[in-house]
């Protein structure tokens, strides 16, 4: 016979809420996604993002703290969504540098296709908003810093090209990476974001030797 433990109905009531909870997140998140793409940070209207999550509006402040916050965790939920960390984990994991970095640069790529309106829009909110600029510019930081890792790993096993050192060079790569790149020429050449790797590997050829012993 089974016997039930006294806690298993409250255990189970726990898991329920935190399931509510967890979708009550995620209705908000994409409500916050759309109305941030159509009207932008300072027009984003929460009593809207609230209608359409169908929650009040005392709950968005209570799960994010201000619109900041909402618009941090958007960001946050898009690098989630696209498991951007586990990727550039897996390729640093590679032994051969010039694997890894080829790894990282398609892994960008990738990214970058998860959500290619929503990163518009933050490119654009960075740019003229100091408080969304705030919420990307640490993003964009992280992105530029892993690169870094992958060009360190290049540069000891000489790969670079004259007249780039570590910093030029991550510079020049981080750039090149990025989604403004990534978007012009997937735009330009109707093609997928995550599609676009191989090219901007060759343009990386003139800064890092990929192909040759």
Known sequence: ?????????????????????ERTRTN??????????????????????????????????????????????VAEDLSQRAGLVDGMRAASALDDPVAAFTAMVTEL?????????????????????????????????????????FVTRLAAAGRLRHPFGTFTAATTIGAVTGFTTCDEIASRLHLSHDRTDNLLLAMLHGVVRLDEG
């Open 1 to 21: 016979m089974k016997v039930v433990g006294r806690d298993e109905p409250q255990t189970r009531r726990q898991g329920l809420r935190a399931r509510g909870a």
């Open 28 to 73: 908000i998140l994409t409500a916050a996604r759309q109305h941030l793409i159509d009207a932008g940070y300072r027009n984003l209207s929460l009593e809207q993002v609230a209608a359409d999550a169908e929650v009040t509006r005392v709950t968005i402040y209570r799960k994010f703290g201000s619109k900041l916050g909402l618009l941090d965790a």
């Open 109 to 149: 790529c990738r990214f970058w296709n998860t959500d290619p309106d929503l990163f518009r829009r933050l490119i654009t909110l960075s740019a003229v908003d100091p408080e969304a600029h705030e919420v990307i510019s640490s993003r964009e930081q992280w992105r530029f810093d892993q690169v870094t890792l």
